[in-house]
């Protein structure tokens, strides 16, 4: 069983940056590969990023490329969204998500973070 907590959301003005993070609370979070995803209101949840283990792979949706970074720290058990150039459209709620080992579904979820980014 993996528990991921989020944190690090709130309002930010279009433009600004916002740091999340994703605490995970068992030693199989360095085993995992972590997503961020988001739904923003009245749309279907959507990928953002992905990160492989060993933070080797990563992944970006184009919405976000160039402008949104992840990392890991893998001793800490943490997973990071480094957001800049934040959009209006950007605003969303925002869950991590983990895919243990070889597994082929993101079966571990937090309860999600809300970003609003103003105009």
């Known amino acids: 069983q993996l528990l991921l907590v989020e944190s690090g959301g709130g309002l930010v003005q279009a433009g600004g940056s916002r740091r999340l993070s994703c605490a995970a609370s068992a030693r199989t979070f360095s085993l995992s590969t972590m997503c961020w995803f988001r739904q923003a209101p009245g749309k279907e949840r959507e990928f953002v990023v992905s990160i492989t283990r060993n933070s080797v792979y990563t992944n970006y949706a184009d919405s976000v490329k160039g402008r949104f970074t992840i990392s890991r720290d893998n001793a800490k058990n943490t997973v990071y969204l480094e957001m800049n150039s934040l959009k209006p459209e950007d605003t969303a709620v925002y869950y991590c998500?983990?895919?243990?080992?070889?597994?082929?579904?993101?079966?571990?979820w937090g309860q999600g973070t809300l970003v609003t980014v103003s105009s």
């Open positions: 998500a983990a895919k243990p080992g070889a597994g082929t579904r993101y079966d571990y």
